[in-house]
């Protein structure tokens, strides 16, 4: 099973980190979004803070990798007067957390629960 | 919504200067974005440090602009650097003088500044801090006012109900219990208060749940230390604790039911165990006392502004609680819990004098860099001038001599660090102090140290670079260097230096002075060999067999060949009772004086060596003298317009009371205060009013003599240990806050004048350099080494007057203020001036002679044959 796993990522070339997961999901949640939207989501769902230099680097290497596309939006006041980046997953992006999420799935079906019962 | 707070621009410049531009808008306008969305989520203070903290961190090389966007020239800058090194290596003594000038200037003023830090910002830790005030009784009387910081159990609930615009309070007794441990009775402090404690003040807690640190009546919430000594571990919720309340004379079972969080060390509440006054069986008798003040009360209003209109509506609540005749003379008033420092710790002035201190001992550094670097421009002209020939812009030497100076803040500026990391320990252990640079996150130490070199490079090297960079070619080229104008303002940048150094040196040997004068004043007893036990009924588990103990203790003691007086009394010198009471002359139709009371035994005086300036003693063992007896003070007879010659009476209520002596003023607190009107009554030993034997006795071998005590003590199985002390030691600890302050001013006045030295040395270097020529030929004409020298030192004579002229009003108006604080206060006399004359005259002799010395008598032949 665990070869198979890492078959697909290697597949298809792409090595995705936890955080990195993390965001293409709320990416996908949330059809398009930018920086600090995402900073609240995270916050929402996790229950813990994380820091906006963290959130653009991942952007950046997610988009490097074909998973989100990005363009400029409009400028607000409260940005300081300053646009931002929208950013929406991809179709490779979709697929890339599917299949994640479903190798995962299967992999859990694995654990034989019987062992951990009471503990 | 109060206004609309921005985030600092600094970082977002920062940013967008260094940023790539594609990548700009997203990154600050997210960073604007989240600073809004933070300051409704975690407040302003905190969306502001973070905002700073990603603007930082967003300054990493994937989102910076290439070298050629920046427009920076770095091998430009590389040769500036070569250079400034080569210069730095060329002249060893001067690059030395400035660095190590430098370098322990930013050392004196990183320590002063750490130290003052934690004063002025004590209790900053409270973030209500500004909402906070004390609740406190002003008595109105003809004299002035007297404020009392005491105040009555139900005033809190009073107050709550009466006014709405105070939100909440909380009611604060620190007293003393015993926590009882395999039979063991261990003191510790203990706090009684509300449950709103930690909704006024910032206590948190570790473990348990802060919004309800107490779970019901037997709750106690303790510090982190006392779980581990009692416990064994931190978290300690649930454990049963058992305390001894010496005040009460009954033993209490608490829970744990929550630890503190750790806070700072400046702060004026400590609790280390705190448990609900509500809650003690004790309680209820003193609910609704309106005639017993022992607590704090605080009150946290929702407008610090309100606090005078509720000054102004206070006088109500006094008539309703004791009467139209008390509202007359008496006020309820807020201290701002921002001044309590001032009013109960310490001066908050003194620590920004430090910080002034610091400040000069660093200017003091920055002006010797500027007049060695100006000094050396007739040596650099050359190499300026072919820069300039070469086509060296005005702006760029300003910027290699820029980049110099920032090369020697720079390593000033870390070695100074390496001093404070190395000194600290000794600092912190000498003055009994607990600072350091590493309690600090490594970051803002980092930004600090930065800043500190940018500033330090900016003010020392930017009158330098613009005046080295206006060197005129053509004079370089004739050999002709003019740099006239500097003289004037280097001389005035030394006059600067010495008024520094004067200010410094008198102030410290006036301050000195007044210090040795409260020190050493007569106090009106006799403080030597004196040994104090602090030992009360309450030590022992049943008072009246306490009372029995003690009295066989005290006789024990009186039985010992070196003991020449044993004394027992409520109070001792150094501290003095704190009770008062309402007292009138018979007779008198006024107000009653409110006054300060205390208990002695009859062998109070003659123990301490006070002097009964008119009648008698009280008589020992005499009942009679108990009950209706008074021996007053001086202060206090003339308080009461008493004449010695008649029987005088005061009234205490309806009750009569004879005047049967009058003793001496003695002071019983620091100097700082006028001795305060005082009653005295008797008691004989035998009664649990007295809290303390005083012995008066021989103190040869005594080692042997205090096991010989303690054996004693130990035998008579009280609830604690011995406690003793001794007199001279308490008055000397009167004293420790002035102490600490002399000797920190003395150490730092060493240090600027030390500083000051170095430059001065330089810049005679540089003079007798410049003026050789000048002196051989003189000296081949026929001059006199001594004509030669004064030569020279008339220069330095000069700036020594005009530094006196300047230095020494400003010492005047700052002590003299300074002294407004003591009562029993010192004249600024001359001779303190005389003597900071001589001290500078005597240094500079130093500094200044053996350089002219050599140059006045170097042979001639040398300098001169080069022409």
Redesign the interface.
């Given at each position: 099973m665990r070869i198979d796993y890492l078959n697909i990522i290697n597949h298809m070339n792409l090595q995705l980190g936890v955080l990195e997961e993390i965001i293409l999901i709320i990416l996908l949640m949330k059809d398009e979004t930018?920086?600090?939207d995402i900073?609240?989501e995270y916050e929402k769902q996790l229950n813990q803070s994380i820091?906006?230099?963290a959130i653009?680097?991942v952007l950046?290497r997610l988009e490097k990798k074909g998973l989100v596309n990005s363009q400029?939006g409009e400028?607000?006041a409260?940005?300081?007067g300053?646009?931002?980046?929208i950013y929406t997953a991809t179709n490779k992006g979709f697929e890339a957390a599917r299949d994640l999420q479903h190798k995962r799935n299967e992999m859990w079906k694995l654990i034989p629960k019987l062992n951990f019962i009471g503990s | 919504m109060k206004s609309n707070p921005q985030p600092p621009n600094w970082p977002?410049k920062l940013l967008s200067r260094f940023c790539r531009p594609e990548l700009?808008?997203?990154?600050?306008?997210?960073?604007?974005?989240?600073f809004?969305?933070r300051v409704d989520t975690i407040g302003v203070k905190s969306a502001r440090r973070?905002f700073i903290?990603?603007c930082l961190?967003?300054i990493?090389p994937?989102n910076l602009r290439s070298f050629h966007h920046l427009s920076l020239n770095t091998m430009i800058i590389r040769n500036y650097l070569k250079i400034a090194f080569r210069n730095l290596l060329k002249r060893k003594s001067f690059s030395f003088i400035n660095i190590f000038g430098l370098a322990t200037g930013v050392a004196a003023f990183i320590l002063i500044f750490l130290y003052a830090i934690q004063i002025l910002t004590f209790d900053d830790f409270h973030e209500k801090k500004d909402s906070i005030f004390l609740v406190y009784k002003e008595r109105i009387t003809p004299d002035g006012t007297q404020p009392t910081y005491d105040t009555w159990v139900p005033m809190k609930d009073r107050l709550l109900s009466e006014y709405p615009d105070i939100q909440s309070g909380a009611r604060v007794y620190s007293t003393e219990a015993r926590v009882i441990k395999n039979n063991q009775y261990i003191e510790e402090n203990i706090l009684y208060t509300d449950e709103s404690f930690f909704d006024v003040f910032s206590f948190r807690l570790k473990f348990g749940n802060s919004d309800q640190p107490f779970q019901d009546k037997s709750s106690i919430v303790l510090l982190p230390e006392i779980a581990l000594k009692y416990f064994g571990k931190e978290n300690a919720i649930g454990e049963e604790m058992e305390l001894f309340i010496p005040d009460e004379d009954t033993t209490l079972r608490f829970y744990v039911s929550g630890i503190l969080a750790e806070y700072p060390t400046n702060t004026s509440l400590q609790p280390n165990m705190v448990i609900q006054m509500e809650g003690l069986p004790f309680y209820p008798r003193y609910a609704s006392r309106w005639d017993n003040s022992f607590i704090e009360t605080y009150v946290l209003l929702d407008d610090p502004n309100s606090a005078q209109s509720l000054e102004l509506a206070f006088p109500n609540l006094v008539e309703s609680i004791w009467g139209a005749e008390v509202m007359d003379n008496t006020n309820f008033k807020l201290l701002p819990y921002t001044a309590y420092y001032d009013n109960f710790v310490g001066s908050k002035k003194d620590a920004r004098t430090l910080v002034f201190i610091g400040l000069g001992i660093l200017l003091i550094a920055i002006i010797n860099f500027m007049n060695l670097s100006t000094a050396q421009a007739s040596q650099r002209s050359k190499e300026i001038g072919l820069r300039k020939v070469l086509g060296a812009f005005k702006g760029q030497l300003r910027s290699q001599f820029m980049t110099e100076a920032m090369v020697v803040s720079l390593l000033s500026a870390l070695f100074g660090v390496g001093l404070v990391l190395l000194g600290t320990p000794y600092f912190n252990e000498f003055f009994g102090v607990t600072i350091s640079l590493l309690q600090y996150p490594i970051t803002q130490v980092l930004v600090f140290i930065f800043m500190l070199t940018l500033l330090l490079g900016f003010l020392s090297g930017s009158y330098p670079a613009l005046y080295l960079s206006s060197v005129k070619v053509l004079d370089v080229l004739r050999q002709k260097f003019s740099f006239g104008k500097s003289v004037g303002l280097r001389n005035a940048l030394v006059i600067v230096q010495f008024a520094i150094a004067v200010f410094l040196i008198s102030s410290t040997l006036l301050i000195r002075n007044q210090i040795y004068y409260m020190a050493d004043k007569d106090m009106g007893f006799d403080p030597g060999e004196t040994l104090i036990i602090n030992a009360s009924a309450g030590d022992f588990l049943d008072r009246d067999q306490g009372i029995v103990k003690l009295n066989t203790f005290k006789n024990e003691l009186k039985s010992k060949s070196y003991m020449k007086a044993v004394t027992m009394s409520r109070s001792v010198p150094t501290f003095w009772t704190r009770s008062f009471m309402f007292v009138r002359p018979d007779g008198w139709t006024g107000d009653p004086l409110r006054m300060r009371f205390t208990y002695l035994d009859a062998h109070f005086f003659d123990t301490y060596d006070i002097e009964i300036k008119y009648g008698n003693h009280f008589l020992p063992d005499s009942e009679g003298d108990q009950r209706n007896s008074v021996i007053l003070n001086e202060a206090a007879m003339k308080a009461f317009e008493f004449t010695p010659e008649n029987n005088n009476v005061i009234k205490i209520g309806e009750t009569s009371i004879n005047v049967v002596g009058v003793v001496e003023d003695f002071n019983f607190e620091s100097l700082q205060n006028e001795v305060a009107p005082t009653l005295m009554f008797h008691r004989t030993a035998e009664h649990a009013v007295h809290r303390y034997i005083t012995c008066k006795m021989e103190m040869t071998g005594l080692s042997s003599k205090m096991e010989e005590i303690e054996a004693m003590w130990k035998n008579l199985g009280a609830t604690k240990s011995i406690d003793y002390t001794f007199m001279n030691d308490r008055i000397d600890r009167l004293y420790e806050s002035e102490q600490r302050y002399m000797a920190l001013i003395t150490l730092f006045s060493i240090i600027s004048i030390i500083i000051a030295c170095l430059g001065l040395y330089g810049l005679t270097l540089f003079i007798i350099e410049k003026r050789q020529k000048e002196i051989s030929i003189r000296k081949v004409l026929g001059a006199e080494v001594k004509g030669l020298i004064s030569l020279i030192f008339k220069d330095f004579a000069k700036w020594v007057i005009a530094a006196f002229a300047i230095g020494i009003p400003v010492v005047i108006y700052f002590i003299s203020g300074w002294l407004e604080n003591y009562h029993y206060r010192i004249d600024i006399s001359w001779i303190t001036f005389a003597m900071t004359l001589i001290t500078i005259i005597v240094l500079v002799t130093i500094t200044v002679g053996y350089q002219s010395l050599r140059a006045a008598n170097s042979n001639p032949v040398k300098y001169l044959k080069d022409e």
């Open positions: 930018y920086g600090v900073a609240k820091s906006l230099p653009h680097v950046k400029m400028p607000t409260e940005r300081g300053r646009r931002k980046r | 977002d700009a808008d997203e990154i600050l306008g997210d960073l604007h974005e989240a809004h969305w973070k903290w990603e961190k967003s990493k994937s």
